[in-house]
């Protein structure tokens, strides 16, 4: 199986205070994790690139100093939204990458996003 | 550039069989993903595919034509509980082989 966990499911805090966000692989170990944002009714939007051991990979227009990213282990990275203000009110969802037979295939999973709510 | 084209919506009656259509444009093809994603949840994995050719699973199978830059999902003996948004993605050999998306069909079945 490949199952990745998240954690909280749903958060509710008031502007201006930090939210970690935990994203675990629970049976396979992944170097590289994703995370992404979604808005109702609009498409997945990458945010970072989470490689284990190294810095993150940032998409254009996501601010770094905002969206905290640590991966410092094989299952799990982190996702802290620092200083957070109601337009960060999100679906956040985190995948995984999961190695597929020998020949440098992959899998991706998703794991069940966390519902971010800021008053 | 990378593009990806599906259709926007699609209805089809429980029971029947519905083919999902996915085109794409990118460099370094290194395999298509489907995901089936129902509202306010995340997307889960249906299938990967990266050689040319049919990939059954169950009710679900999805093909794949590198060549053509074309890829299908066909959903068999339909469920209700099969509407939900379908989302085909592209990946590429370089660029971090994160995944290029589309914008999703999001299919209905009515009884």
């Known amino acids: 199986g490949a199952v990745v966990s998240q954690h909280p499911s749903w958060v509710i805090c008031k502007s201006g205070t930090s939210v970690k966000i935990e994203c675990r692989s629970l049976?396979?170990?992944?170097?590289?994790m994703f995370w992404y944002r979604q808005f109702p009714k609009q498409s997945l939007m990458l945010m970072a690139t989470?490689?284990?051991?190294?810095?993150?990979?940032?998409e254009q227009g996501v601010e770094k100093d905002k969206f905290l990213i640590n991966h410092a282990s094989l299952t799990l990275s982190t996702l802290t939204v620092t200083s957070a203000h109601p337009e960060d009110s999100s679906f956040y969802i985190c995948?995984?990458?999961?190695?597929?037979?020998?020949?440098?295939?992959?899998?991706?999973?998703f794991g069940p996003g966390t519902r971010l709510t800021v008053t | 550039g990378q593009n990806i084209d599906q259709p926007t919506e699609m209805t089809a009656t429980e029971g029947a069989i519905v083919q999902i259509n996915c085109t794409y444009q990118t460099s370094g093809f290194n395999g298509l993903f489907w995901y089936q994603q129902h509202a306010g949840e995340a997307p889960t994995f249906l299938s990967y595919?990266?050689l040319d050719g049919l990939e059954e699973k169950g009710r679900f199978s999805s093909f794949l034509s590198r060549s053509k830059g074309y890829s299908y999902l066909l959903l068999k003996e339909l469920q209700m509980k099969d509407s939900a948004s379908y989302l085909c993605a592209v990946t590429n050999a370089g660029n971090n082989r994160k995944l290029i998306w589309g914008l999703g069909t999001s299919l209905a079945v009515n009884p």
């Open positions: 049976d396979f170990q992944a170097t590289t």
């Open positions: 989470s490689n284990e051991g190294s810095k993150a990979t940032y």
């Open positions: 995948s995984a990458r999961k190695q597929a037979g020998t020949n440098g295939a992959y899998e991706q999973y």
């Open positions: 595919n990266v």
